[in-house]
């Protein structure tokens, strides 16, 4: 399957290169005349020069591999740091006659606990989430370029928001059943007082009591719960990511320096989920930014292709009348 992925994403419309070509006028032959046409030349140098300096091919194994590490380092490092948080948010479901409020939850288990107590946890939240992370987001990658070729350059423009949804549900889906058994360990230890305290007491005793059943049993809920999150979540991104580009950065991406891109990325993933009550606005909104700002910056780091904002194809502009 990869391999064809990685055959068809040359002409994919999210090849960066391919489409900033396409769109500046530069992608016919190379045997143009001399003169007026030198800065289109002078441009097309630019253009195969930035090409160069990527570490890989779009599409190609290599980049949806870094993509997918990326992934690891976004979601396993921002949920890892909120552990102490997590750990009293599920105890305050689980039992709210005892933890009232984040505050008092806080407090009980610093007293119970001490601040040990409050990394309970730790270990399956950093394992499951690299590994929901690593499909979340490099399967998104592959399904975007995969969706994309059978659309065609039209409707991938067209129905973008639909793709950006149906690959981010498409890698969720695979992304959970990753997490669920680590998922499942970390609420056993968080919730239930006195029946493990680490990954290596609890995995084997719930193996014990339950076999595979004791991992996979939550995974429909987390389906329900993260599938809808995430379609949100990437879609609303990619969106506003276009919009800050076209409304709000007084130039072109192209023209950006790798610093003004990443907070261009920060920002889209803080609007991107800006609904919600003022402490979910904070939790969530921060940490989502991170994760995008991680993600973008592994990109930027291992000199990944990352594609421009979509651009009407120069065909769907001749059928509606927008050029000559």
Known sequence: MFSSVAHLARANPFNA???QLVHDGLAGPRSCPSGPTAPPSRSRNLAAAAVEEYSCEFGSMKYYALCGFGGVLSCGLTHT????????KCRMQVDPQ??????????VTLKED???????GWAPTFIGYSLQGLCKFGFYEVFKVLYSNMLGEENTYLWRTSLYLAASASAEFFADIALAPMEATKVRIQTQPGYANTLRDAAPKMYKEEGLNA????????WMRQIPYTMMKFACFERTVEALYKFVV??????????????VTFVAGYIGVWKGLFARIIMIGTLTALQWFIYDSVKVYFRLPRPPPPEMPESLKKKLGLTQ
């Open 250 to 263: 007084p130039k072109p991406r192209s023209e950006c320096t790798k610093s003004e891109q990443l907070v």
């Open 114 to 120: 001490g601040v040990r107590g409050l990394a309970k």
């Open 17 to 19: 290169p391919h489409l």
């Open 215 to 222: 991992f996979y049993k939550g995974v429909a809920p987390l």
């Open 81 to 88: 740091a909120v552990v102490p948080l997590d750990l009293v």
């Open 98 to 107: 005892k933890y009232k409020g984040i505050f008092n939850g806080f407090s």
